[in-house]
């Protein structure tokens, strides 16, 4: 990568990163599926006006619509809200990576490479490592949303790889559709009328702000110059910069908001991070379905083949979305 491109990337990681700890200042006082739909309505609107649809079945885009951003970010939301720390949180969301590559096994056969193996094991070994040596002030229950919030954007990332679908900022902006009305019906029905009517009534300038990060500049600015990278280079060219994010992430809240992690917890996610990175190491071969057949077409890593979309390529190290959308 040149070097303007290595600074646009590690701004985008910057983005990302900061991102969480934007959501943890804005959300006070405001229900957090609320807060997750008011996000993706600014997505989508105008956005959906200005920008194509993505080629493919609606019930695809919904469906990764469904999984990669309203259980991503609604288990995510939830999860800090019920005091999961930000720096932690853009931790452990890292395990999508891990979970990406079960269920892509076991959905679609794709059989892992021993480095996939590698680095699933050692995944869930910091996990593992973080759950068990989190300091008291992080609840058990949090932890657990956020990992369904890993759980659901790997899912979400699976089903884009699956459907072959082009265009990735297309398909976050259109794939967002389903997120806000469902969201703000679930909310109303969580929260109650008086606590979703005061919090839109009392929306305050933090609250804003957040919301204007989140959705501009982290999903669709951070997405755009995202995508416009992986259209120039690999993917595991691109992709390991994002693994930045945790770090900016923890190192903005240890300064902004007094959260150190303790020993296990920084432990335990830089044995997840190695994982991960681990899992993304190229393979010498290409990807086997159960039934011992090669992919027959050329991985994005292994030519100079560019173009695809995340989410539509064919190496199963791929990532099909960036690493926190952090968007």
């Known amino acids: 990568m040149t070097l303007r491109d290595s600074l646009l990337a590690a701004a985008v990681a910057t983005l990302w990163g900061f991102n969480f700890v934007v959501i943890d200042w804005g959300m006070d006082g405001v229900p957090p599926l609320l807060f997750v739909a008011i996000r993706f309505a600014v997505v989508v609107f105008p956005a959906v006006f200005l920008i194509p649809r993505p080629q493919g079945p609606w019930r695809v885009i919904a469906a990764v619509g469904l999984f990669m951003s309203l259980g991503q970010f609604g288990f995510l939301y939830v999860s800090m809200a019920a005091g999961m720390p930000p720096g932690l949180a853009a931790l452990v969301l890292q395990a999508q990576v891990i979970f990406r590559i079960l269920i892509a096994a076991g959905w679609l056969g794709e059989l892992p490479t021993a480095a996939q193996v590698a680095g699933t094991l050692l995944g869930g070994a910091g996990l593992v490592v973080v759950a068990v040596g989190r300091g008291g002030h992080v609840p058990l229950s949090a932890l657990g949303l956020c990992v369904l919030a890993a759980l659901s954007w790997g899912i979400g990332n699976v089903i884009s790889r699956a459907s072959g679908i082009q265009g990735g900022l297309s398909l976050t902006v259109w794939s967002a559709l389903v997120v806000p009305v469902p969201l703000f019906a679930l909310s109303l029905a969580v929260n109650g009328a008086d606590a979703v009517g005061a919090a839109l009534s009392d929306f ?39 693994l930045l994010a945790p ?45 011992g057949e090669a992919d027959d077409e050329p991985s994005a890593t292994e030519d100079g083949d560019h173009q695809r979309a995340p989410g539509a390529g064919d190496d199963p190290t791929e990532p099909c979305k960036p690493v926190a959308e952090l968007r």
């Open 204 to 242: 305050s300038w933090q609250a804003v702000v957040s919301t204007l990060y989140t959705a501009v500049l982290a999903s669709l600015v951070g997405y755009g110059i995202f995508n416009t990278l992986l259209s120039r280079y690999p993917s595991s060219a691109v992709v390991p910069w994002v």
């Open 247 to 291: 770090v900016v992430a923890m190192a903005a809240a240890w300064l902004l908001l007094d959260q150190r992690p303790n020993g296990a917890e920084t432990l335990g996610g830089l044995v997840l991070i190695m994982g991960v990175l681990v899992t993304l190491r190229p393979s010498g071969r290409p990807a086997l379905s159960r039934a």
